[in-house]
């Protein structure tokens, strides 16, 4: 009892078989995504930012136009 038992597979000791290079494969192309996904995702972000800025500055001059009754000189 508590004796683990796992599925043998004819390929688990050849580090050259088809499927081990393909799954290599596959395990760097999805890091480089995750990478690529990451640097895309953060640009994304600065150009959110960036559009995002005017206006957010228009509401606060806004607010501040409508709490003291006149335009403000900068």
């Given at each position: 009892m508590g004796e683990w038992r796992s599925y043998s597979s004819?390929?688990?000791?050849?580090?050259d078989s088809e499927i081990r290079k393909?799954?290599?494969f596959s395990r760097a192309s999805m890091?480089?995504?995750?990478?690529?996904?990451?640097?895309e995702m953060a640009v994304f972000g600065l150009v959110l930012l960036a559009s995002a800025w005017p206006v957010i500055y228009m509401m606060v001059t806004v607010v501040k136009l409508l709490l003291t009754g006149r335009p403000l000189t900068e």
């Open positions: 004819p390929y688990d000791g050849d580090d393909f799954h290599d890091a480089e995504s995750r990478r690529e996904r990451a640097t």
